[in-house]
T-cell receptor
Framework: DTGVSQDPRHKITKRGQNVTFRCDPISEHNRLYWYRQTLGQGPEFLTYFQNEAQLEKSRLLSDRFSAERPKGSFSTLEIQRTEQGDSAMYLC??????????????FGPGTRLTVL | KNQVEQSPQSLIILEGKNCTLQCNYTVSPFSNLRWYKQDTGRGPVSLTIMTFSENTKSNGRYTATLDADTKQSSLHITASQLSDSASYICVVSPYSGGGADGLTFGKGTHLIIQP
């Protein structure tokens, strides 16, 4: 399978704990995006990378959230001191950005986080 | 404020019937509009993308239309199948260079196909 993969698919944690999610994009894609989606809502943009550089961060990304893409390939999203309001599906997407590309984003299956 | 409004919020139709989903947006400037299909518990999958100059785009039984003057788009599904049951999300981008700042997602229309 050469699509976007995310790990884990499900995570249950207690309030106050730290969690880390991983995303592996489509191999030739240079852009990687993180979104959060709650039930009945569309995805909300959190941040995105072009290669290893983090180019944009949403105001939704509080200081408890940090994302990295150290080698321009896989990315991690860490949430520190989780709160119940962090419970959501965390989606990763990747795209190929270039002069003639449409930047279509290909989404992974998501990581569902439940904070008790 | 940039917004994307979709209607109806949910829709139930019988297998084999056609349906049309609506998307109205206030995003400005405008670069492109995409429709995604999201199965329950899965990530969205791109169906169509249309730029300012395109009025219609088809992908199998899915046909999207765009009226950039009235800022409206529709997604028409022909001869629905049980596998079409999903949420359909309209996404509008203000920038041609990609990126995500300003990318505005609708809440989606939840479509259920009944046998």
């Amino acid at each position: 399978d050469t699509g976007v993969s995310q790990d884990p698919r499900h995570k249950i944690t207690k309030r106050g704990q730290n969690v880390t999610f991983r995303c592996d994009p489509i191999s030739e894609h240079n852009r990687l995006y993180w979104y959060r989606q709650t039930l009945g809502q569309g995805p909300e943009f959190l941040t995105y990378f072009q290669n290893e550089a983090q180019l944009e961060k949403s105001r939704l990304l509080s200081d408890r959230f940090s994302a990295e893409r150290p080698k321009g390939s896989f990315s991690t999203l860490e949430i520190q001191r989780t709160e119940q309001g962090d419970s959501a599906m965390y989606l990763c997407a990747s795209s190929l950005h270039g002069e003639s590309s449409t930047d279509t984003q290909y989404f992974g299956p998501g990581t569902r986080l439940t904070v008790l | 404020k940039n917004q994307v409004e979709q209607s109806p919020q949910s829709l139930i139709i019988l297998e084999g019937k056609n349906c049309t989903l609506q998307c109205n947006y206030t995003v400005s400037p405008f670069s492109n509009l995409r429709w995604y299909k999201q199965d329950t518990g899965r990530g969205p999958v791109s169906l169509t993308i249309m730029t300012f100059s395109e009025n219609t785009k088809s992908n199998g039984r899915y046909t999207a239309t765009l009226d950039a003057d009235t800022k409206q788009s529709s997604l028409h599904i022909t001869a629905s199948q049980l596998s079409d049951s999903a949420s359909y999300i309209c996404v509008v981008s203000p920038y041609s260079g990609g990126g995500a700042d300003g990318l505005t997602f609708g809440k989606g229309t939840h479509l259920i196909i009944q046998p």
